[in-house]
């Protein structure tokens, strides 16, 4: 009964945001306050029917009701409560039902916070924002409807992949989500504001917290993502240029030259038109994401729906969004004029640089993604674009962006002196060259990846913390950091964390060490300085698995550092192995053990990594995510607080 | 207990390591080699996996090939030929440069350029353009002459 209702409360919702972008849109066309004002109780309405046909799926999911179709391919009455609950949106049904329900939670949000806008402004991004809603609505119920019952309800259910039967990989969909969606926000505001025919400076304050919000999501979603691959898929990997990951990787490229970009509209009033089109853009990328993931076209490791029918609507969705927005900006982009004026050498002019560095960035990762699909079209070639490409062609614009970041973010608005700017930044300079130095001296084995990456990284986060310094006037006082605005600690972390993440990813990449071999119970080994035990291995039963665990430890010297237990498990319903690593994890390096099958001669195989630095990596994510929060709290980003300013400023304009 | 005991069987049939102890070849530097070009080679039955770091059979296979290869003494280019020879380009997970895939590779550093020359030519008009002082309208104009003549 509770999933019909469900059921019903979905294809409500897909009439109420019918009625909240007719309505609105119409209504800021026409001057009619009446129809504008059906925007706001319309998006609460429709987040609250998503909401409860989400509750519906959540609760069908929890009771185990083996008469709903997705239920059974993907739950088990065997699993912990929490995958019962994550396998929800762990299929691509109830995935697509999270992607609409946090689609209405930033609609509502617009609704709620947005009341210092501008009516006709508020009206037109509700509208907006409803049409994606009735786009991807329409796009569940007739393709993927998750309320779909089966005549014949089996015993039990098929349980869900034992891969993504894991904490990290629990949370990570929901923080991608909010991540993708929200630039849905952004990109509303850019299609109202073209409606509205004006950009300035309040529009780009109002922008920036929603870019903001949308970039620390998916932040944090590409982080748990990596940090997920690294000890679940047994070798400690992080990044594999996997078509879904570059389809997260591509949008929050655009929202990070967006929120940069936000911040010219809004100081300088310039680069209006680019910052419109970045925000179509990074919604765009989002859509094609979407469309990679669920259409099937390019395989992938996580690639859950593979179906063309699904494959042609969203490619549809994508069309008709991109190309009316995309069309809209030929018609208004002229009349966003630039106001702010700057010479060559200026912050406005580093900030292109970033924008152009991000953007060029994302479209190498685009097209590497979809080359093979170009290749086999036009000249029937199946080739495969993989981590080699991407890693050749990606990395030089990271780190031609660390080698200018520092110096961009303190170049002073509008005209200023390269000489004097650098002039200031000679302590992180030459703290990057010691470590740089320090660093190819120690290494045995002389790469230059290590200590460049390195030595960048010290360099973004030294230039970092020196901006901040500078921050507090000419001579540096430490007494008015604490009253600095939180915007400029955002900075500091996000920088500082960037820096702290590519000096992780070159330590990891440069200096792992690995070692495979056949091990006896009670039998030691040395890998890199450390002594390694492998002490019993043991076969348990898990709650829906049965595992091989092995129990190592781990001693540097005579000391013992850690006991580790890394497993390799079955699930017998799934039908499938998944290795657990044991990770012992430490502030330089993590010492990571995978154990294998048991040999002929009754010793089992063994893989020991020593990874230096590699969580630098997921430490900067979450410093970087931090800043960006800090940022968003600053007093001067609060959703409508430009709005006020702007209202007041513009109380001699006579009304347009 | 029956399910144990099958649960176990599944076990040992399922390899879930990627390189194998008993694949390691006994010349360290060649061993390295192999699995340098191993990195570079793509496990045809799974998804963006390298056969160094998959499990399938198929790229155990191709593990023990290239092993073979080297053994016999081939350089690391023809060992990488003589897979690509056999299993076409698809094999590659560094496309080449051959034909179309020039597109490919020079598609990010041409889109540079072109970002840069709009760019920066953006940014010389800013330069030399006078802040823009919102134009007055013709109400404004009569009204400000009005003043002016008083």
Known sequence: MLVELGHFALVMAFFVALAQTVLPLWGAQSGNRAMMAVGEPAAMIQLVLIAFSFGALTYAFVTSDFSLKVVVENSHTLKPMLYKVSGVWGNHEGSMLLWVLILALFGGAAA???????????????????????????????????????????????????????????????????????????????????????????????????????????????????????????????????????????????????????????????????????????????????????????????????????????????????????????????????????????????????????????????????????????????????????????????????????????????????????????????????????????????????????????????????DLLLRTGKTVNLGRLTRLPRADWGRLLAHGGLGITMAGIAGLTAWTVEDIRVVQVGETFEVAGYTIALEKVERAQGPNYITTMATMSVFEGDKKVATLHPEKRNYPVAQMPTT?????????????????????????????????????????????????????????????VGARKAHGAAKGVPAE | MKRLLLALALLIATPVLAVQPDEVLPDPAMEARARDISQGLRCLVCRNENIDESNATLAKDLRLLVRERLVAGDTNDEVVDYVVDRYGEFVLLKPTMNGANKVLWIAGPVMLILALGIGISFIRRRGQESEVVPELTDEEKTRLESLMQE
Request: aromatic share 14%; glycine share 10%; no cysteine.
């Open chain 1, 112 to 466: 709620l916070f947005g009341g210092n806008l501008p009516a006709t402004l508020r009206a037109r991004v509700i509208g907006v924002q409803g049409s994606i809603g009735v786009a991807f609505l329409a796009f569940i119920l007739f393709t993927s409807n998750p309320f779909l019952r089966l005549a014949m309800p089996p015993m039990n259910g098929d349980d869900l992949n034992p891969l993504l039967q894991d904490p990290g990989l629990a949370f990570h969909p929901p923080f991608l989500y909010l991540g993708y969606v929200g630039l849905s926000m952004t990109f509303s505001f850019a299609v109202a504001a073209l409606l509205e025919g004006r950009v300035d400076a309040a529009w780009g304050r109002w922008v920036r917290p929603w870019t903001l919000a949308a970039w620390v999501f998916l932040t944090i979603g590409i982080g748990l993502g990596s940090w997920w691959a690294y000890y679940e898929l047994g070798w400690g990997g992080f990044w594999f240029w996997d078509p879904v990951e570059n389809a997260s990787l591509m949008p929050w490229l655009f929202a990070a030259a967006l929120l940069h970009s936000a911040i010219v509209v809004e100081k300088r009033e310039t680069l209006k038109s680019w910052t419109i089109l970045l925000a179509i853009m990074a919604f765009g990328f989002s859509l094609i994401g979407t469309f990679l993931v669920r259409s099937g076209v390019i395989t992938s490791v996580h690639a859950f729906a593979n179906d063309p029918e699904r494959g042609v609507f969203i490619l549809l969705i994508l069309a008709i969004f991109m190309g009316g927005a995309l069309l809209l900006f030929t018609i208004r982009a002229n009349a966003m004029q630039a106001k702010g004026v700057f010479s060559l050498v200026s912050r406005e002019s580093a900030l292109v640089i970033n924008n152009i560095l991000l953007a060029v960035s994302s479209f190498v990762v685009f097209i590497g993604t979809i080359w093979p699909l170009i290749a086999e079209a036009f000249w029937g070639r199946k080739l495969s674009v993989g981590a080699p490409f991407f890693n050749a062609a990606f990395t030089p614009f990271f780190v031609a962006l660390a080698i200018l970041l520092p110096i961009g973010a303190i170049l002073p608005w509008k005209r200023a002196r390269m000489g004097a700017t650098v002039k200031k930044l000679i302590p992180s300079m030459v703290l990057a060259f010691a470590v740089l130095g320090l660093i190819w001296s120690i290494q045995t084995e002389k790469t230059l990846l290590g200590p460049v990456g390195i030595a960048l990284g010290t360099w973004l986060l030294a230039g970092a913390v020196q």
């Open chain 1, 580 to 640: 657990e690593a044991g990770i012992d994890n430490g502030f330089l390096r993590d010492v990571y053990l995978v154990i294998g099958d048991v040999q002929s001669n009754g010793g089992w195989a063994v893989r020991t990594y020593i990874k230096p630095l590699a969580n630098w990596i997921w430490g900067g994510t979450i410093i970087m995510a931090f800043g960006g929060l800090l940022s968003l709290t600053d007093r001067r980003y609060r959703v409508g």
